[in-house]
């Protein structure tokens, strides 16, 4: 099986904390096998991990420091999503064909500016919309529509707590100590 | 036709506003009509309205008081997003069977803790994932979902901007003065 991959680069410590977080914790709960910070602050992977250790894995964080450099090294495809590039629905067929889900695959979520070497690395920059709303939804419906929507159905290992669907009400239970 | 509306609830003024604003965004991009601010502080909603009228409608915000007083005139459905709910992939055909698409329908998002009147008040609680992630994430797929992937083909008129899809780079179109 291959890996993938949820890059954050753009990343401005403190301004973008909890954007972050939440791509990252986006891409744990939608099938993502890590998730790698491009920055010299990796306060966000914290949260993640905590999840991570309560909620189940696999899932790894990594931070590093250059991205060009860790996309420059990537054996795998490529996608980069912006709200600038081709419509993720006329193009996912191909990209499913080229690189169907368990080949390695790099997905890049930017924040405010992306360098055009990003637009240049990537082997596809797809938008979900050409609109601008956020990086964490465009990676949410990547994600899901990736995966043919298995994503949601996601199942998480060496939990300690659990969530117990409900109709009404919140339930945690704790699966081991 | 009836109005598909997202109220977000919650919301902590300086904290959550850019949380706040990738809500109001996503519900703009993906087909909502009109988003609803519960709070004291319309701040986030300036950028919303900036980005309606650069990239079109049509699209309204509003700012309420009262989140419940705004639930309980609310005449339509209630679908209330929390990682404890029910999976929405099992639900949704039978929301969509009781409201579909082009009925009047209110999707809750909410910010940290949210009040149990809440679960009560929604006609469903519905999960995207019972992981913890993020309510953006949660917003996009349930709109991508409920509308059966045709949110990402929503088209917007009285824009004076417009992003022309690129393989590679950015390119917006100045459509009016």
Same mark, same amino acid.
């Given at each position: 099986?291959?890996?993938?991959?949820?890059?954050?680069?753009?990343?401005?410590?403190?301004?973008?904390?909890?954007? %972050? !977080?939440?791509?990252?914790? $986006?891409? =744990?709960?939608? *099938?993502?096998?890590?998730?790698? &910070?491009?920055? @010299?602050? /990796?306060?966000?992977? %914290? !949260?993640?991990?905590?999840? $991570?250790? =309560?909620?189940? *894995?696999?899932?790894?964080?990594? &931070?590093?420091? @250059?991205? /060009?450099?860790?996309?420059?090294?990537?054996?795998?495809?490529?996608?980069?999503?912006?709200?600038?590039?081709?419509?993720?629905?006329?193009?996912?067929?191909?990209?499913?064909?080229?690189?169907?889900?368990?080949?390695?695959?790099?997905?890049?979520?930017?924040?405010?500016?992306?360098?055009?070497?990003?637009?240049?690395?990537?082997?596809?920059?797809?938008?979900?919309?050409?609109?601008?709303?956020?990086?964490?939804?465009?990676?949410?419906?990547?994600?899901?529509?990736?995966?043919?929507?298995?994503?949601?159905?996601?199942?998480?290992?060496?939990?300690?707590?659990?969530?117990?669907?409900?109709?009404?009400?919140?339930?945690?239970?704790?699966?081991?100590?």
């Amino acid at each position: 099986m291959g890996e993938l991959v949820v890059l954050r680069i753009g990343h401005r410590p403190g301004r973008d904390d909890r954007m %972050t !977080t939440h791509v990252g914790l $986006t891409a =744990r709960a939608l *099938g993502a096998d890590r998730f790698v &910070l491009a920055s @010299n602050d /990796g306060r966000p992977l %914290t !949260t993640i991990d905590d999840v $991570t250790e =309560r909620f189940g *894995g696999p899932f790894t964080t990594d &931070l590093v420091e @250059n991205a /060009g450099a860790f996309l420059n090294e990537w054996a795998g495809m490529i996608v980069h999503l912006t709200m600038y590039g081709l419509p993720i629905q006329d193009q996912l067929p191909r990209l499913r064909e080229r690189c169907p889900p368990g080949c390695d695959l790099a997905i890049v979520v930017g924040a405010e500016k992306v360098p055009f070497s990003v637009y240049e690395l990537a082997d596809w920059n797809l938008a979900v919309t050409n609109q601008p709303h956020s990086e964490v939804a465009s990676l949410a419906i990547m994600l899901d529509r990736y995966s043919d929507g298995t994503a949601l159905d996601e199942d998480f290992i060496d939990a300690t707590h659990r969530v117990v669907p409900q109709a009404a009400g919140k339930r945690v239970e704790r699966t081991q100590e």
